[in-house]
Every structure is written in C-alpha cells, then in structure tokens.
C-alpha cells in the first residue's frame, strides 16, 4: 500500500486515507471511500486541491474484499452477511438462533494483523436481524498472500461461528416436591414461563409430582414420548449428586449421566442427563428466580436441538459467576 497527497484532479479510483469534512463539520466523504468521478467533482466544488490517498500494491486486495472473504468463512447456519464501512462486515440472523462459537479458532484468528471478528458470546440467543459477529479488515489493504493463508485456517478447522435457528422446540416440564407436586409448580411456573418467553418459547407439557424415583421415571417417560426436545425437571429439593430422587429416576429410564456440578453460580447443583438425543436438566433453586443463572446459559443451545457436552459445561467456569 503506497500513501500520498495527490492532485484532487488524479483522485479517481484511489482510497480516501482520512474522512473529509465540510467546514460546517458535516462528513463528506468517509475514510476508505474510493473515489469516483462524481465525488472529484464535488470536492472541486468544496475547493479542495489536493487529497490523501493510497493505492493498492501488486499482491494486495482492498479492506472490503479482505473483510467480506473471512466473513464468507466464519459463519454457518441463519446468516447473512453485509458490507459495512472502513472496511468492515456484519453478520446478521436471518431468524431466532442460537449462537456456538468455537472459541480456539476465533482466538487463533484474531492473533493476525490482518482481519479480526468479534463475536456474540457463545451459547447465547439472538433474535432474527440481530448483528452476532463483525469482521474488521487491516485498514486500505491486506497482503493476498496473508489472506490466503487465514481462508485456508477457516476452511480447515471452520466456521467459528453457527447460528443455530431455534425452530419450534418441544418443551416439557417437570415439577416435583417431595410432599405435593402442586406446591412446585405454584412456586416455579411463573419463572419457567419467563425464562422460555425470553427466548420465545413456551412449555407445551407440564406435569406437577411427588419427588419419588418411581413416580418420577414415569413422569418422564411421558414426556419422551410426547417428543420433548429438552426436558427442564424443577425440583423443590436440592441433591446431593446424581443418586437422589431425580438422578435416580434419570438412571431408571435409562439415561446417560452427562454432567453433575456447574462451575456457574448460580446454578452450581446443575444434573445433565440425555435420554438418546433429549437432554433432561435439573437445577434446583434455578426456577425460583427470574435473575440469569445456569438455566439461561443452557437453554439457547438446548432448545436450538444442540447437544451439550460435559466439557463446554465445564468451560462455563470463566465468566460463570453471574451473581
């Protein structure tokens, strides 16, 4: 990239190195706009002479191009993508979705010099024309060879980003006390209904139970067969590890024990269960308030049909203390 003033005469088809500005402050033209001869014409008009520019190199492609190649790479799922200024590109849901970044990647990319992205954090739920990732080129120009190599990386080991569209999940909910279902439900309800609406679901099943392993495993197996797509159980009892009431009754339906203890707070008594593909979650003491806790970070992901491992609870640890 070669910077210079030049006659304002000669300024097509070259890139504005600086914003230009009208004397009553009002922009005119942006930093990094390619000049055109319409645009000569008006700046002769300002009285401008002279103006800085740059060119592009042999073996260069302009901040735009280098911008919207990694957008094209970083992304899967219900997105599009728009060219912004200075060399920029948004990407933008195209419907409700969760949001799964691979975090490695997008840390390995945003070590070059040449593009960075930023991101909607992971697990997080975006609403349809809602911006979850911008692509920032190196500013004018970028070697072709450098972009090259970071579309190869993307190609490889990509996309960072998905947006999971969230497309009419099943719900289903269990409440359990250990005296009267009822009392968890008239407790629980209200939270539940809040904390689906955010993401703008509803439960279609619920059911209120004693907590007992036989009574429960019934519960659920009702619901499995109403073809949940993930099941919440809202327990009034906090467990002591999988073997109480509900791990029981999860081990009793033949489940696979995923994850017992978050490294989130709150939310730390988190049990994630998976009957074949339906995830199961019991978090005690998460319903009883509408603040973000465990739940909220599950349940984008979860109802967007994504399957949870042991290991991304895990790597909840940093950022995890909510409250």
């Known amino acids: 990239m070669r910077a210079q003033t030049v006659d304002i005469r000669e300024s097509a088809g070259k890139v504005l190195c600086c914003a230009i500005f009208r004397p009553c402050g009002k922009k005119l033209l942006a930093k990094g ?19 800085w520019v740059t060119e592009l190199e042999e ?28 060399g920029r590109a948004n990407l933008i849901a195209t419907s409700d979705c969760c949001v799964l970044v691979d975090e490695d990647l997008l840390r390995q990319i945003n070590c070059t010099s040449s ?30 060879a450098e972009l090259d190599a970071l579309v190869s990386i993307l190609r490889e080991r990509g996309p960072i980003l998905q947006a999971r569209p969230i497309t009419q999940p099943v719900v289903g909910v269990v409440y359990s006390d250990p005296i009267n279902g ?79 203890l978050a490294p989130v707070e709150p939310g730390n008594l988190l049990l994630l269960a998976y009957k074949e593909q339906v995830p199961l979650v019991s978090a005690p003491g998460c319903f ?10 599950l349940l984008p992901p979860l109802v967007a049909r994504y ?11 940093h950022g995890g203390l909510l409250a």
């Open 33 to 51: 706009h390619l000049i055109r001869e319409e645009d000569v014409r008006l700046l002769e008009m300002e009285g401008l002479e002279r103006v």
């Open 59 to 86: 073996g260069e492609v302009s901040e735009d191009h280098a911008a919207m190649a990694v957008a094209a790479e970083i992304a899967c799922g219900s997105v599009e993508i728009r060219l912004a200024p200075a």
């Open 115 to 144: 593009v960075v992205v930023a991101t909607a954090e992971n697990f997080s739920y975006a609403r349809s024309g809602q911006r979850i990732a911008t692509v920032k080129s190196a500013p004018f120009a970028v070697a072709q």
């Open 182 to 260: 009822d009392r968890a439900r008239q407790l629980f309800e209200n939270i539940v209904r809040q904390k689906l609406e955010r993401l703008g679901v509803t439960a279609r099943y619920a059911l209120a139970v004693v907590e007992e392993e036989a009574v429960l495993a019934r519960a659920l197996e009702q619901l499995l067969r109403g073809r949940s797509t993930v099941i919440l159980v809202a327990s009034t009892t906090a467990p002591a590890g999988p073997q109480d009431a509900v791990g029981r009754a999860f081990e009793r339906i033949g489940c696979h024990i995923e994850k017992f």
């Open 288 to 297: 009883r308030s509408a603040k973000p806790n465990v739940v909220d970070l």
């Open 307 to 317: 399957r949870i491992s042991g290991w991304e609870v895990a790597n909840l640890g």
